[in-house]
């Protein structure tokens, strides 16, 4: 069954912990993308891959990092350098000229 | 700078009347647009989207209508349903800009029975 997987469901982070989401997808995708959504805001884009070994940052990317050396995995790092890592995020991916899909998110808190 | 807005944050119909969602947009380099359904604790699923050489996409209750000359694009749901009660965002994309998406706010849909 074709999809995108995210783990863990729920994380929790200690104050200048780096921390690292999963986001795994077998549906031979070549771009995959990280997004962001906190309450009453949409979702803003993170880091963005088209393609194996090369990756973009998208609006936002200040304080997380990712890693693109697989086709099925685009992993992301939020680093102790985000000053508000308390959010839901979400990973997505797909074929460039088609719509993107989604996995079912991460959400993140800060203990 | 917000280049896509959903101003109606909420909105509440009837079970069976049209729910009528608005999203606009600044950025006129925009070609392709999508709406996208969203429950609580998951992730986005595509509904529908239009490309810009059209003013008009449908798919069984929903249809996508989009006027270039004013930015501004709407997602109508004719029956709406109890089930149709999600968050609802707007997303637009340039051709140069690979698949990046830039999304709308979101305006949640609650649909009363």
């Known amino acids: 069954d074709g999809g995108i997987t995210q783990s863990p469901k729920y994380l929790f982070r200690k104050e200048g912990q780096n921390v690292t989401l999963s986001c795994e997808q077998n549906?031979?995708?070549?771009?995959m993308y990280w997004y962001r959504q906190d309450p009453g805001q949409g979702l803003r884009l993170i880091y963005y891959?088209?393609?194996?070994?090369?990756?973009q940052k998208g609006d936002i990317a200040e304080g997380y990092s990712v890693s693109r050396e697989k086709k099925e995995s685009f992993p992301l790092t939020v680093t102790s350098a985000q000053k508000n890592p308390t959010a839901f995020y979400l990973c997505?991916?797909?074929?460039?000229?088609?719509?993107?899909?989604f996995g079912d998110g991460t959400r993140l808190s800060i203990l | 700078d917000q280049q896509v807005k959903q101003n109606s944050p909420s909105l509440s119909v009837q079970e069976g009347r049209i729910s009528i969602l608005n999203c606009d947009y600044t950025?006129?380099?925009?070609?392709?647009f999508l709406w996208y359904k969203k429950y609580p604790a998951e992730g986005p699923t595509f509904l529908i989207s239009?490309?810009?050489?059209?003013d008009k996409n449908e798919d069984g209750r929903f249809t996508v209508f989009l006027n270039k000359s004013a930015k501004h694009l709407s997602l109508h749901i004719v029956p709406s349903q109890p089930g149709d009660s999600a968050v609802y965002f707007c997303?637009?994309?340039?051709?140069?800009?690979?698949?990046?998406?830039?999304f709308g706010q979101g305006t949640e849909l609650s649909v009363k029975p």
């Open positions: 891959s088209q393609i194996v070994n090369d990756f």
């Open positions: 997505a991916s797909s074929i460039l000229t088609q719509p993107q899909h």
């Open positions: 549906l031979n995708h070549d771009a």
């Open positions: 239009i490309s810009s050489i059209k």
């Open positions: 950025n006129s380099m925009f070609d392709y």
């Open positions: 997303a637009a994309k340039t051709y140069n800009q690979g698949g990046k998406l830039i």
